[in-house]
């Protein structure tokens, strides 16, 4: 599966390891930055895991910022993003299974790695019940 990363300076450590993590399971990642710790606007990498998910079909995202709210915001901006904070498993499932989430987000400063790894692991593994949840995630893409 190609899955784009990216973070804010707050996010770039878990963002590493979790990029590590997806490159060992055998996916094709992406990363759009930023590429240190030093000082930048998670607006930016937001946006720019977004903007590549909904370009490239069947595609999925990885957002890291300090809290994980900051880059959620921002992700969920952009016209087909659905850009999910997760922060265990079970939220990680049901983000996949009930809101066809195509953006996972975590926050570095509140996640260990360990629960983040198995956390993605699940949502990388979930499907997408579809249903009566297809109406809804229909309706999320009317919203303005």
């Not at 990363?5 to 878990?14: I, N, T």
């Not at 720019?48 to 901006?77: D, F, P, T, W």
């Not at 850009?83 to 079970?90: K, S």
Request: neutral net charge; hydrophobic residues 40%; charged residues 25%.
């Amino acid at each position: 599966m190609k899955v784009v990363v990216g973070s804010d300076h707050a996010g770039y450590k878990l963002k590493e390891y979790l990029k590590d993590r997806l490159t060992a399971w055998g996916h094709d990642v992406e990363d759009v930055g930023t590429t240190s710790t030093d000082s930048c606007d998670y607006p930016e990498f937001g946006a720019k895991v977004a903007h590549r998910v909904v370009a490239l079909e069947g595609a999925r995202g990885v957002a890291v910022c300090g809290s994980g709210i900051g880059i959620s915001i921002a992700a969920n901006k952009v016209a087909g993003a659905r850009a999910a904070l997760v922060q265990e498993p079970t939220a990680a499932k049901l983000s996949r299974q009930h809101n066809d989430a195509n953006i996972i987000c975590f926050g570095e400063r509140l996640i260990g790695q360990a629960v983040a790894e198995e956390a993605l692991r699940v949502w990388l593994e979930t499907p997408f019940e579809g249903g009566r949840h297809a109406r809804r995630v229909a309706l999320l893409g009317q919203v303005t």
